[in-house]
């Protein structure tokens, strides 16, 4: 069977890729680590706040279908050089739109964790169990925690990150960035709550097969999707109304087509050029910023999936937006979107200036958060 696979070309890749993983070689970005230690005042701003709304705000809110993106907002403020005060003003207005804590039915064991996975109205109780793990069997060494619950068993929460439209994903390249506890525990409780169907394309290896067309070209293959017309009748909803149940109902509806697009990427063998290929999919989607922060810090057998699962989200989403042409000058987002576009340049280049345009762009024409 092995043998038949491998003349797939993608297929092949990972069968090779179990024995050695590639890797997608991007140096790491900067650690502004706020652990305790010797920090600037902007820095202890920034872990008082974020330790704050640990404490008093819940991961979700609004029926359980926002969320809470405090900790992207105080990190990427604190980036783009926003000062001690500027940062708690931020805080203050965020922290009127977002909800306390509400208890759970009960508590999570470590015997049951997983039994409980997806199950949003425990969140609390989610975020109480991985805070009790990490002082109790870890002595606060989060990344250790997160060793063990991000990263083993037969279906690691990692192939989970693109649930909950990827908040996952972002929250826990913050926590890295920042080493912050407090992020790292909120992004395994979202991990755990947000938990739903999408983490079998990635966990199950029937779903990775043969597409019909194939490209190296992340930009090409959008290209091809926009004048897809099977997608036609989908009923597209802007962004901010993108949720589970949308989701949910595009791969009910259009799952084989959208997993040809999502086989058709040809990530090749090698690591320098599955870089490259990297270095593309962020000129086609800036967002993908968090994926940047967590290659170099995740194992290396996850690089791939890590990189599928944001092609797999970058494609739902498109769809779900209703396909609209992509202008690279014009890139969408929040403010995050602006630290993405410059960690972007830091890392590539930008010959063509593409980043700065679309930041200018979105300075120029930002009118509210994104959520």
């Excluded at 067309?213 to 989908?234: G, I, Q, Y």
């Excluded at 063998?269 to 290929?277: E, H, K, N, P």
């Amino acid at each position: 069977m092995a043998s038949i696979l491998s003349n797939i070309p993608l297929v092949g890749w990972l069968l090779a890729s179990s024995k050695q993983p590639s890797t997608v070689n991007v140096p790491p970005v900067e650690v502004h680590s706020i652990a305790e230690g010797n920090i600037d005042r902007r820095r202890r701003t920034l872990r008082h706040l974020l330790r704050a709304n640990h404490v008093n705000h819940s991961i979700l809110y609004h029926d359980l279908r926002f969320h809470n993106h405090l900790p992207h907002l105080l990190a990427s403020s604190y980036h783009l050089g926003a000062l001690t005060q500027q940062l708690y003003h931020l805080y203050d207005e965020e922290a009127k739109t977002l909800e306390p804590w509400k208890d759970s039915p009960h508590e999570i064991s470590r015997d049951e964790w997983r039994d409980f996975l997806g199950a949003r109205h425990f969140q609390r109780a989610w975020v109480d169990f991985f805070d009790d793990q990490l002082a109790m069997k870890f002595g606060w060494n989060w990344k250790n925690l997160m060793e063990e619950y991000m990263f083993q068993g037969d279906e690691p929460l990692i192939n989970s990150l693109i649930s909950g439209l990827g908040h996952p994903l972002i929250h826990l390249g913050y926590a890295y960035e920042f080493d912050s506890r407090e992020v790292a525990t909120e992004a395994l409780g979202l991990a755990a709550t947000c938990y739903d169907f999408l983490h079998k394309y990635v966990d199950d290896p029937a779903y990775t097969r043969k597409a019909p067309f194939s490209s190296r070209s992340p930009l090409e293959l959008l290209d091809k999707l926009a004048a897809d017309n099977r997608f036609a009748s989908f009923s597209v909803k802007p962004y901010s109304e993108a949720t589970f149940d949308s989701f949910e109902s595009l791969f009910g509806a259009h799952e084989e087509e959208l997993l040809e697009y999502w086989n058709a990427w040809d990530l090749p063998a090698s690591d320098s050029d599955i870089t490259m290929q990297f270095r593309e999919s962020q000129e086609a989607a800036v967002a993908i910023h968090a994926v940047r922060i967590l290659l170099p810090m995740v194992p290396a057998k996850f690089h791939v999936s890590l990189v599928r699962q944001w092609w797999l989200l970058a494609l739902a989403v498109y769809v779900s937006v209703g396909r609209p042409k992509i202008d690279l000058d014009l890139i969408p987002g929040d403010l995050g979107a602006l630290r993405a576009m410059r960690e972007a340049a830091n890392t590539w280049g930008d010959v063509h200036e593409k980043y700065l345009a679309a930041a200018i762009r979105f300075a120029d024409d930002f009118k509210g958060w994104v959520f």
